[in-house]
Each structure stands twice: as C-alpha cells, then as structure tokens.
C-alpha cells in the first residue's frame, strides 16, 4: 500500500489516498475531484480545468507516465505494512 496527495496527483489538498497499484490511485482522485466539483470547491474545479486542458494534449501521456514512476518509487506505508 502507498499513499499519495490530492496535490501530487495534480489536485488542490493534501487529502491522502492510499492504494496498492497507480490506477486505484488515480480512481481515488478522480472520485474525489468529482465529489469536490459538486461541492464547489474553487480550488479543484481550477486543478480539474487545468487537467482537462492537459488531456486534450499528448502531454497527459508523458504526465501519466511521470505520475506512476512518481508511485512505483514510493515506499510501501510502513503502518500498512506491518499488517
């Protein structure tokens, strides 16, 4: 299990998700950028808007792959691990 911020995946908080591979990472975040899009949060519908202009370049493949080398290179969580 690794953790990473909201901020790390190209988000606006420090909210922390943890996962056992990048794509459930990435799932969280999405989850919660949604969620935080209907609250209103101005903060994450700026790092959404920002996002969505990076997905409509092939920049967001070089991002994507930066993002989960970022992962893979993390420690295991050392709470989690000794479960």
């Not at 950028?33 to 700026?46: A, L, Q, R, V």
Request: contains cysteine.
């Amino acid at each position: 299990m690794k953790t990473m911020t909201c901020k790390q995946l190209g988000g606006a908080c420090d909210k922390e998700f943890h996962a056992e591979t990048f794509e459930e990472m990435a799932e969280m975040s999405k989850k919660h950028g949604t969620e935080m899009y209907k609250k209103g949060d101005e903060e994450h519908i700026k790092a959404m808007k920002e996002m969505k202009e990076l997905m409509n370049t092939q920049a967001i493949e070089e991002w994507m792959e930066h993002k989960k080398k970022e992962f893979n290179a993390l420690p295991e969580d050392k709470a989690r691990a000794l479960l």
